[in-house]
């Protein structure tokens, strides 16, 4: 790290930093890494499917730690593994736990006495009053049936960044809308 401007430096020493910073570039590198390092440790299997996600299975329990950036989700079968997991990652990185979840990347979850329900409502209907179709009627399917598209068809878009960002809200719904993948493969 450079020495803050306006501070003396005739030698032209640089800081070491003992602790990452968060906003750094490689802040998040750095903290997921020793995070992982943690996890592993307590007997954690990284999964080769998806590496933000933490596996800890037993012969009757199973627990689950997925990690987005600076969020932890934490689920498992044994409620007092997952506390000693909480309790071990508060003393070394000083976590907040946010109690039973409700939001997690823009799905909500809901908690009912037959199960779980994902939703993203809130997203959605932001998706749909971003692009100007808020009062849109439903439809039975979001592309015509045998619709070919060709890149030939019609005019260039003046953004395609809008359109980059549309395609990949769409992806970002087939979580809980697995009907719209056809739709957002087609489309991206």
């Known amino acids: 790290m450079e020495v803050p401007k306006g501070i003396p430096n005739p030698s032209n020493k640089v800081c070491k930093l003992r602790k990452s910073l ?9 903290w997921f890494s020793k995070l992982s390092q943690t996890l592993i440790s307590l007997g954690y299997q990284q999964s080769k499917y998806d590496y933000s996600l933490f596996i800890n ?4 329990d199973i627990t689950l730690v997925a990690v987005y950036v600076d969020n932890i ?12 997991l909480k309790q071990h990652l508060d003393t070394l990185f000083g976590i907040k736990d946010l109690g039973q979840l409700h939001h997690f990347l823009g799905l909500e979850i809901i908690h009912t006495a037959k199960g779980i329900i994902l939703s993203q409502k809130k997203f959605t209907n932001e998706l749909l009053r971003d692009f100007g179709s ?34 990949g809200k769409l992806s970002f719904l087939t979580h809980t809308r697995p009907d719209l993948s056809y739709i957002a493969q087609t489309l991206s």
């Open 22 to 30: 968060y906003g750094l570039k490689q802040a998040n590198r750095q």
């Open 73 to 84: 989700m934490i689920t498992g079968s044994n409620t007092s593994e997952i506390s000693h």
């Open 57 to 60: 299975k037993s012969s009757t």
């Open 134 to 167: 808020l009062p849109s009627a439903a439809v039975s399917t979001p592309l015509p049936l045998n619709y070919k598209l060709n890149p030939d068809d019609g005019d260039l878009l003046p953004d395609p960044f809008m359109y980059r960002t549309l395609v």
